[in-house]
């Protein structure tokens, strides 16, 4: 079984901090992907990464970076996070150009105040 | 603009009868098509998928129709249990793209005892 694991399932931060996001998938996958949801909203894509160092721009990637500097570790870093970016944050991952079928994280509820 | 739409927001069944979520997409460039399934305070998890080749894809209680000249596709779950009620996303590859997939907001399904 595909395993995806996200560091905190609950993080409440203060506005101005730095906050890391770490995922961990265990399938030697090329591609992860990091997502927020938010009510009426759906899932939007934030970055996602196709190689190690390799990124790409999702639809919302203002007020986020990524790292990836192993194959089965996908960080998300808020530089400095602000109300605004309380939601809830999913990660995944997949093997590609197979059926293109992402394996999610349990996800990370995120609470900045 | 929204690429991908999922028109109810939600959806009400009574146990056993048919279920049938609705998904439509702007892009006849789009070459594969997914559901997700997900539960509170869970990540998604993967359902169904179909080939832009095909037109219907079959497992078990779950059926996907996709209409490409209408540009629709729909999930049909018969009959619906109780446990199916959560929030169904569909979810599309742009054909020759990378493997970035684009979301619908969501239906939140019901399934009444």
């Known amino acids: 079984d595909v395993k995806v694991t996200q560091s905190s399932r609950y993080l409440v931060k203060r506005t101005g901090e730095k906050v890391f996001l770490e995922c961990v998938q265990d399938m030697d996958h090329e591609n992860m992907f990091w997502y927020r949801q938010d009510p009426g909203l759906g899932l939007r894509l934030i970055y996602f990464s196709y190689d190690v160092k390799m990124k790409e721009k999702g639809d919302i990637p203002e007020g986020y970076s990524v790292s990836r500097e192993k194959k089965e570790r996908f960080s998300l870093i808020l530089e400095s996070a602000s109300t605004n970016q309380t939601s809830m944050y999913l990660c995944a991952s997949s093997f590609g150009s197979v059926n293109y079928e992402q394996y999610f994280g349990p996800g990370t509820r995120l609470t900045v105040t | 603009d929204q690429q991908v739409k999922q028109n109810s927001p939600s959806l009400s069944v009574q146990e056993g009868r048919i279920s049938i979520l609705n998904c439509d997409y702007t892009?006849?460039?789009?070459?594969?098509f997914l559901w997700y399934k997900k539960y509170p305070a869970e990540g998604p998890t993967f359902l169904i998928s179909i080939s832009s080749i095909k037109d219907k894809n079959e497992d078990g209680r779950f059926t996907v129709f996709l209409n490409k000249s209408a540009k629709h596709l729909s999930l049909h779950i018969v009959p619906s249990q109780p446990g199916d009620s959560a929030v169904y996303f569909c979810a599309v590859r742009f054909q020759g793209g990378s493997e970035k997939l684009v979301f619908g907001k969501g239906t939140k399904l019901t399934v009444n005892p």
């Open positions: 892009n006849s460039m789009f070459d594969y």
